[in-house]
């Protein structure tokens, strides 16, 4: 399967830029999302690749054959919308028949494909059944095979969960990167859900405001956040701000003050004394202790905060927790309830501490 | 102490009241003043205008003998009225058709433009184009003259267009407008991700109008041939100002011909009641069709 690279897009609606700049390379075999919130460009993006949209400049090329100017039924290229776009007048036989039709399959080979298709998506025997007489998890396989019976050398999926309930949407994920890397089909998945990004993707990309912002496995996406946007929109993060105080003399560590003085060590890597900086913490990485660590574990940092507030999640309780000027989020498990008012001690181990160029 | 009533029954649903004489009623007295003014203005009239058909001045009896001379006189005609009312169906249902797609898909200042004057001849009555076609297509009309500027037509022996070529002309000038606007609100309900899927899958432009817009909107290109036939048989002004009492000529012009010459109700109610034969096939098809959609949808 041939890769997908976009090169310097642009793309505006009027005054609105819609995407700006954007250099992307989609690896062969490779699922890549692309992530952001409403209006950050995304499906513009996809809408380019697939060319239903002509880019105001840059260049897009599959492998080494450019497409920018092919128009989207020369470009091979198998398009899932959010809304399945199923066509209500035919059956799925004849939803799945349809590219392949147009590319002149002769009969006995489109049939087959199509039963290859419509097993690989474990929907057998629903051939002859209408849209409406499929659940919304059904369509969305459908679409899903109905993209990949003219094996495409590019899927592109825009939201395709967006419409399904939670516990549906969980399942369909598995099942979506299950099939993307059996087929090995390289794949743009767009999406504004981070769970699903996470699952899904072997890279994310994160759009804001027609920008890219930043590209890495999810992992690196999740831990090392480039910035306060990507730390903010993955996950949830409280954010602390500060100036570096002093590096120590291995250069691992590093002591960051806040202008109330709280001092926190986070991970040095490439910091200097005196530099503005954005600590990022993570709720899950912040140990809550109801009385004071003895002896305290060296090298850990410890405060003390009072419970301002807890929500019941479910599975954990997220707790907002003053220490000094600033709320960091932390979270216990259920069984562990903290009235507000309360005070607690708050640990985090430095490597857990992401700073973030202010 | 409580007592059950003889006749009454001895539990009731919860929540359920029985319904007063006056409950039961009122629906249907709210309704008559409407289905009073449906049966007196148009059941009445339709029913007698049948019955009369069978009737002959001076004969008591019921009879055929309107019929037999409807089928000795009007028979070319009545195809004429058939033929002509499919011709320009079709031809503006084609247009119609293309012009939709082409305000559905296109974009920009001409779209636009083209989009908001399209409608115009929505608005002109039927005795207006009859009297402009009149003027356009007669022999030494503006059609004629201008082919003839460019040698397609010589003014000396000017091709007669007032005949069933520009009744066809009229009515296609007038219902495609109409058809237009029902189709492309037909057209405007499917959502762009249907088009964009046939796109991607490598449908041109002729297979996305024939195989995605066209079965999509069915209903409303149904209710469009629908009503555009209908009323296409049932005009009398345009066919009456263009071709007048030639032969062939359609239905209406021959019930007017009928009434006014003749005084002969008999047989202008035995055509009027071809002519309700002749679109009745079309509301049969339609209403099966909006079953069977009901169904559909279900």
């Known amino acids: 399967m041939p890769s997908l690279s976009l090169r310097n897009l642009n793309k505006r609606f009027g005054k609105a830029v819609a995407v700006e700049n954007l250099d992307l390379e989609i690896h062969d075999g490779e699922i890549m999302t692309m992530l952001g919130p409403s209006g950050c460009g ?16 840059g260049e897009i090329y599959l492998g080494d054959k450019r497409i920018t100017d092919t128009s989207p039924e020369k470009r091979g290229v198998g398009l899932v919308f959010q809304n399945y776009a199923l066509w209500p007048h035919m059956t799925v036989h004849q939803n799945l028949a349809f590219g392949l039709q147009l590319r002149k399959v002769p009969k006995e080979k489109a049939a087959r494909r199509i039963d290859e298709a419509l097993a690989m998506v474990r929907l057998s025997g629903f051939e002859e059944r209408y849209p409406r007489q499929l659940s919304g998890g059904q369509q969305q396989r459908v679409a899903l095979a109905r993209a990949l019976v003219i094996e495409p050398s590019l899927l ?19 099942e979506i990167r299950e099939l993307q890397k059996k087929l090995g089909i390289t794949s743009v998945y767009v999406t504004h859900d981070q769970a699903e990004a996470l699952v899904l993707s072997d890279r994310i990309a994160i759009l804001h405001e027609g920008r890219l912002v930043q590209v890495g496995t999810p992992e690196e996406i999740y831990n090392q956040p480039g910035n306060r946007f990507v730390a903010g929109f993955i996950g949830l993060t409280s954010f602390v701000e500060g100036r570096v105080a002093s590096v120590d003399d291995a250069g691992a560590y590093a002591t960051v003050r806040t202008e109330d003085n709280l001092e926190i060590q986070a991970a040095a890597s490439g910091l200097q004394p005196g530099q503005k900086v954005t600590l990022a913490i ?3 990485h912040i140990e809550i202790g109801e009385q004071e660590p003895v002896p305290s574990v060296a090298g850990t940092n410890l405060f003390q905060g009072q419970v301002l507030r807890g929500a019941y999640l479910g599975d954990i309780i997220d707790y907002r927790i003053g220490v000094g000027n600033w709320v960091l989020r932390a979270n216990t498990p259920t069984d562990r309830m903290l009235q507000p008012g309360q005070q607690v001690w708050l640990s985090f181990a430095p490597d857990r501490v992401t700073w973030i160029p202010a | 102490m409580s007592s059950v009533a003889v006749g009454e029954p001895a539990e009731r649903a919860p929540g359920r009241k029985r319904r007063g004489g006056r409950e039961v009623f009122l629906p249907f007295l709210l309704l008559l003043p409407a289905v009073g ?16 058909s069978f009737l002959v001045k001076g004969q008591g009896a019921l009879t055929l003998s309107n019929y037999v001379k409807v089928s000795e006189l009007y028979l070319r005609d009545i195809f004429f009225s058939l033929e002509i009312a499919f011709l320009s169906t079709a031809v503006a249902a084609v247009l119609s058709i293309l012009m939709a797609t082409y305000l559905r898909l296109g974009s920009g200042r001409v779209v636009r433009l083209i989009g908001s004057v399209y409608r115009l001849p929505i ?18 009309g503006l059609l004629n003259v201008s082919l003839a500027q460019i040698g397609l037509v010589n003014l000396d022996t000017p091709p007669d267009l007032l005949n069933w070529k520009g009744l066809t002309f009229a009515f296609v000038w007038k219902q495609w407008a109409f058809m237009t606007l029902i189709v492309l609100s037909g057209f405007e309900m499917i959502d762009n991700t249907y088009i964009e899927a046939a796109r991607s899958f490598g449908a ?4 996305v109008i024939l195989r995605i817009l ?12 629908i009503l555009a ?13 263009l071709i007048g009492g030639k032969t062939p000529t359609t239905l209406t012009v021959d019930i007017a011909h009928r009434v006014t010459y003749f005084g002969d109700y008999g047989v202008a109610n035995a055509l009027g009641t071809i002519a309700y034969i002749l679109v009745v096939f079309t509301a049969v098809y339609y209403l099966r069709y909006t079953v069977r959609r009901e169904v559909y949808e279900q």
Request: proline residues 8%; positive net charge; hydrophobic residues 45%.
């Open chain 1, 42 to 57: 995304k499906t513009t993006t996809l809408r380019c690749i697939a060319g239903l949209l002509r880019p105001d400049s």
């Open chain 1, 156 to 174: 592109l999926l825009d939201e395709p969960l967006s419409n399904l309930d939670a516990q549906l949407r969980e399942e369909m994920r598995f």
């Open chain 1, 282 to 284: 993570r709720p899950e």
């Open chain 2, 37 to 52: 003014l449906m049966l007196a203005l148009y059941a009445y009239p339709f029913i007698s205008s049948i019955y009369r």
């Open chain 2, 123 to 140: 608005f002109i009555p039927f005795v207006v184009v009859a009297q402009m076609m009149t003027t356009f297509l007669a022999p030494h």
């Open chain 2, 204 to 207: 041109k432009l002729h297979q």
């Open chain 2, 214 to 225: 066209v079965p999509m909107s069915r209903a409303s290109l149904s209710v469009a041939l």
């Open chain 2, 229 to 241: 036939f209908t009323s296409t048989v049932g005009t009398f002004t345009l066919p009456y100002m």
